[in-house]
Each structure stands twice: as structure tokens, then as C-alpha cells.
């Protein structure tokens, strides 16, 4: 009964479209699942967002689940995660992507998952780091360790959605660093944000990560702005 009234004067409708959702359906709704922008790169070692790190830093493995174009249905969906608490969001699309990886049938190389941190100050803010659910997703999905206390962020700077892209770029440099142990020498460490651009914040997470020694680096976002 309480149920029904929860349903009845809050009802549950889809977070790319608005409409409501089917008794089965879960966050998406079915024509809008069939509809996202997959941009299939874990297919192809060379896709577009390894090639946004070629020659400034050694990874092993980079992808990006969707494409995110302005005004489009991505761009909905991550505003939703990242301003309006709907964590929810990150978890289905972790889940989502996790199944689709390991259709490739490779062995995990990964160690543990980490996620592109928030200044405490930030965190504060908002509540919670929207690269989290995503993250936790992906590692329960691989059956690896999920871990906030490695990587963390030195600096406070302001949200990136509304610089473009030079500015997005600058006073990246020395804002992250690493609290490590011997016990996380020679780790391959999956980093998780939620979308990528010009790759300078990743860039800069993995620079920081490079002073564990042999270290190994991956990247996986949940979309990549196209």
C-alpha cells in the first residue's frame, strides 16, 4: 500500500525522456535504453579516447561507454547524476558497461577501481562524487576492489561544465596527489570519471598515480564528449 501511494504522488519516470517508467523498467526506460549513443570503443584498442593520451601518458587501456553531445540525452543523464542526486544513474550504466567488457572474454587485468576525486570542499557541496556508483559498478561487475583512499585532490577548482576547452586544460597540473604503500607497488589501477573531454584531469590523476612504483593505468568514462 505504501508502495502504491509513492508511485501514485511521486511517480517513477525515465531520466533521459521523463516519461514514466513500465513496472519493469529501471531508471531508463526501454526506448531510450535502445537509443543511447554507445560509442562501442572498448572494441578497438585505438578508439578516439585512448588517442586523447597518445604521447603524454603510458596507459593500457582507455574507453568511454556513450557519446555525449550538448542537448542531447547523455548530456540529460549526467546532469541528473551529477546536480540532482541520481545516483542511480551511474549504477545502471556501471552495470551496463561492465557486461558489455567482459564480453571480450580477456582475463581482468585490473587491480582495483578508482575514481577521479572531489576536493573535500566540493564533496561538501555537493554530497557526494558523482563518479562513485559508476566506479562501484564497474568493480563489483569485475569483482575487484573499489578504492577512494589512493588518489586524491590537492585543490579546489571550480566546475568544469561551463569553461570550454583551453580552459579546461589549464591549472590541471599538481592538483591531485597519491598516498600509497608498498603494497600498491606494481598495481594496474582502472580510473573512472564520468566524462571526458579534453583528458587534462585524467592526465593529471595518472601523472600523479606514475609515482607508485610500476604502476599500470587504465581509463574508463562513462561518455566522451563527441
Known amino acids: 500500500?505504501?508502495?502504491?501511494?509513492?508511485?501514485?504522488?511521486?511517480?517513477?519516470?525515465?531520466?533521459?525522456?521523463?516519461?514514466?517508467?513500465?513496472?519493469?523498467?529501471?531508471?531508463?526506460?526501454?526506448?531510450?535504453?535502445?537509443?543511447?549513443?554507445?560509442?562501442?570503443?572498448?572494441?578497438?584498442?585505438?578508439?578516439?579516447?585512448?588517442?586523447?593520451?597518445?604521447?603524454?601518458?603510458?596507459?593500457?587501456?582507455?574507453?568511454?561507454?556513450?557519446?555525449?553531445?550538448?542537448?542531447?540525452?547523455?548530456?540529460?543523464?549526467?546532469?541528473?547524476?551529477?546536480?540532482?542526486?541520481?545516483?542511480?544513474i551511474g549504477t545502471v550504466l556501471g552495470n551496463w558497461y561492465a557486461e558489455d567488457l567482459k564480453e571480450l572474454q580477456f582475463e581482468i587485468p585490473f587491480d582495483a577501481v578508482i575514481p577521479v576525486p572531489l576536493h573535500k570542499r566540493k564533496f561538501k557541496e555537493r554530497g557526494y562524487n558523482q563518479a562513485t556508483t559508476f566506479g562501484k559498478a564497474i568493480a563489483s561487475g569485475f569483482e575487484i576492489p573499489f578504492t577512494e583512499n589512493i588518489l586524491i585532490r590537492k585543490l579546489y577548482t571550480k566546475t568544469q561544465s561551463k569553461k570550454n576547452l583551453l580552459g579546461r586544460s589549464e591549472n590541471i597540473e599538481n592538483i591531485f596527489d597519491v598516498k600509497f604503500s608498498e603494497s600498491d607497488y606494481n598495481k594496474h589501477f582502472l580510473i573512472v570519471d564520468d566524462v571526458l573531454t579534453t583528458g587534462a584531469t585524467l592526465e593529471a590523476c595518472s601523472k600523479a598515480l606514475q609515482k607508485i612504483p610500476g604502476v599500470k593505468i587504465s581509463i574508463l568514462c562513462m561518455a566522451m564528449a563527441h
Not at 13 to 40: A, D, I, K, Y
Not at 47 to 54: D, G, I, Q
Request: hydrophobic share 35%; net charge positive.
Open 1 to 88: 500500500m505504501i508502495n502504491y501511494l509513492i508511485n501514485l504522488f511521486f511517480p517513477k519516470v525515465c531520466s533521459g525522456c521523463h516519461s514514466l517508467l513500465l513496472q519493469n523498467e529501471t531508471v531508463f526506460c526501454t526506448g531510450c535504453r535502445h537509443e543511447m549513443p554507445l560509442t562501442q570503443y572498448h572494441l578497438n584498442p585505438k578508439n578516439e579516447a585512448a588517442k586523447k593520451f597518445y604521447g603524454k601518458i603510458d596507459i593500457q587501456f582507455a574507453s568511454a561507454f556513450l557519446y555525449f553531445n550538448k542537448k542531447g540525452m547523455v548530456q540529460e543523464l549526467i546532469h541528473n547524476l551529477k546536480y540532482k542526486g541520481h545516483q542511480e
